[in-house]
């Protein structure tokens, strides 16, 4: 099986010492370093914006993969990509015309991703994945790390890699929500495994790796 690339939320890091998390889960293994941004609107939650991406961006060489859980992304993409998002996430939920939205983020450089809720039928993606480079797939409602992993969602996941591969397409598939040692080995057709609480709940830069090691080491059993 494929080896998975792991992407640490910093939505479970320390906020007060962002830069230093930062740095410590890059030089324990992380492949990419995930954003969650919520506008307590699409979600009942509110964390960070686009002056902490800018910030955040000169404390690591591995792409941002940046996770929008907000209302209108139409008006602020173009502000994400400007402050250094490599990957950048829309909620398909969020957008009327997600074509003409993830068309104009590939215009703006960065690498567009669509996701959807537990909610949301997987066929709703479906015509987009020739537009994306990911598609991330929720196992928990978005909103709050620290949550139990939905396995009726890994069926979206099965049904994604059928349809990728039949179309030769390169999208990655990304899981996102619950994830830890035991809940990655289910996770076989993804490409991508975000996991929050599971990796800062360690308490340094030698935990941090033990944790990323795991996930790379269970998704590989
Ligand atoms: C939830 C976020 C997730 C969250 C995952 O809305 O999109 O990225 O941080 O946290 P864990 O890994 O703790 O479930
Ligand atoms: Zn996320």
């Given at each position: 099986?494929?080896?998975?690339?792991?992407a640490?939320?910093?939505?479970?890091?320390?906020?007060?010492?962002?830069?230093?998390?930062?740095?410590?889960?890059?030089?324990?293994?992380?492949?990419w370093?995930h954003?969650?941004?919520?506008?307590?609107?699409?979600?009942?939650?509110?964390?960070?914006?686009?002056?902490?991406?800018?910030?955040?961006?000169?404390?690591?060489?591995?792409?941002?993969d940046?996770?929008?859980?907000?209302?209108?992304?139409?008006?602020?993409?173009?502000?994400?990509?400007?402050?250094?998002?490599?990957?950048?996430?829309?909620?398909?939920?969020?957008?009327?015309?997600?074509?003409?939205?993830?068309?104009?983020?590939?215009?703006?450089?960065?690498?567009?991703?669509?996701?959807?809720?537990?909610?949301?039928?997987?066929?709703?993606?479906?015509?987009?994945?020739?537009?994306?480079?990911?598609?991330?797939?929720?196992?928990?409602?978005?909103?709050?790390?620290?949550?139990?992993?939905?396995?009726?969602?890994?069926?979206?996941?099965?049904?994604?890699?059928?349809?990728?591969?039949?179309?030769?397409?390169?999208?990655?598939?990304?899981?996102?929500?619950?994830?830890?040692?035991?809940?990655?080995?289910?996770?076989?057709?993804?490409?991508?495994?975000v996991?929050?609480?599971?990796?800062?709940?360690?308490?340094?830069?030698?935990?941090?790796?033990?944790?990323?090691?795991?996930?790379?080491?269970?998704?590989?059993?």
């Amino acid at each position: 099986m494929k080896r998975k690339l792991v992407a640490p939320s910093i939505l479970s890091a320390d906020f007060g010492r962002l830069s230093v998390e930062i740095e410590a889960v890059t030089d324990a293994g992380a492949d990419w370093i995930h954003v969650d941004v919520m506008d307590g609107h699409f979600v009942p939650n509110i964390t960070i914006g686009i002056p902490v991406v800018k910030s955040i961006k000169p404390s690591t060489p591995v792409p941002l993969d940046v996770h929008l859980m907000i209302e209108n992304p139409e008006k602020y993409v173009e502000a994400f990509a400007e402050a250094g998002a490599d990957y950048l996430t829309v909620h398909v939920e969020a957008t009327d015309d997600p074509e003409s939205l993830l068309k104009k983020m590939r215009d703006l450089g960065v690498k567009p991703g669509i996701t959807l809720r537990p909610g949301t039928s997987v066929e709703k993606i479906l015509p987009l994945l020739p537009l994306v480079d990911l598609v991330l797939v929720m196992t928990v409602e978005p909103g709050f790390g620290g949550q139990s992993f939905m396995s009726d969602q890994l069926v979206k996941i099965d049904r994604l890699r059928k349809e990728i591969d039949d179309l030769g397409l390169t999208t990655l598939i990304e899981v996102d929500g619950g994830i830890n040692q035991e809940t990655a080995k289910l996770c076989a057709n993804a490409d991508v495994l975000v996991a929050g609480s599971f990796v800062f709940k360690g308490e340094s830069v030698e935990d941090y790796k033990n944790a990323i090691a795991q996930l790379k080491g269970g998704a590989n059993d």
